[in-house]
């Protein structure tokens, strides 16, 4: 007999088929190392002030570093920057030697030659189910002319020419 779905398999699926695009979060740890991860629950929140949200999972090796630190920064990522999206995704991989990064002034880990970049200092840390909702405040931010970088059904990739 066929099995049918659990509501959690038709969530994902549903999430899975909502594109997105794909950012790269970062932050520096109470030793001064960067600590950092791939993200697509990013979302603006507000104008005035300039606020943003992501959602980081109870389960990820840095949770406790992002959720003490002072703040986080969002990159935004570029069609190019395919490889940086798996490497900070997959477990166990030294992900910043890949990559081409240097500490800020607000003493933030910046990879360089993203599309966007918003530095931020945490506002508020919203307990919800399995995740953390971290809210941010943007201190700095910069945009490189470059197209960016797409996520749909567990693929990365570019705009479709047509459009
Ligand atoms: C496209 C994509 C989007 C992701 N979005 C999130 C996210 O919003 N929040 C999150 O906690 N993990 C997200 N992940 C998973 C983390 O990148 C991954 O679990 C994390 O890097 C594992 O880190 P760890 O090995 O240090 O535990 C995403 C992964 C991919 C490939």
Redesign the pocket.
């Known amino acids: 007999m066929k099995r049918t779905m659990e509501k959690g398999d038709v969530f994902k699926q549903i999430m899975g088929h909502y594109p997105?695009g794909?950012t790269i979060i970062t932050t520096i740890d109470e030793n001064g190392e960067p600590?950092?991860?791939?993200?697509?629950?990013?979302t603006s929140v507000s104008i005035d002030p300039l606020l943003v949200l992501?959602?980081?999972?109870k389960?990820?090796?840095?949770?406790e570093t992002f959720l003490k630190a002072d703040g986080f920064t969002v990159h935004t990522l570029a069609s190019d920057q395919v490889e940086a999206?798996?490497a900070?995704?997959?477990?166990?991989s030294d992900?910043f030697k890949g990559v081409n990064w240097y500490t800020s002034e607000n003493k933030l880990p910046i990879i360089k030659d993203s599309l966007g970049t918003l530095e931020c200092r945490t506002v508020q840390r919203i307990d919800a189910g399995d995740?953390i909702i971290l809210v941010g405040e943007v201190l700095d931010l910069f945009k490189n002319d470059k197209e960016p970088l797409l996520?749909y059904n567990?693929k990365?990739g570019t705009i479709p020419k047509d459009w």
């Open positions: 997105t794909v600590a950092g991860l791939t993200v697509n629950s990013f992501w959602c980081i999972d389960k990820t090796s840095s949770f999206c798996w900070f995704a997959r477990k166990g992900r995740h996520f567990r990365a």
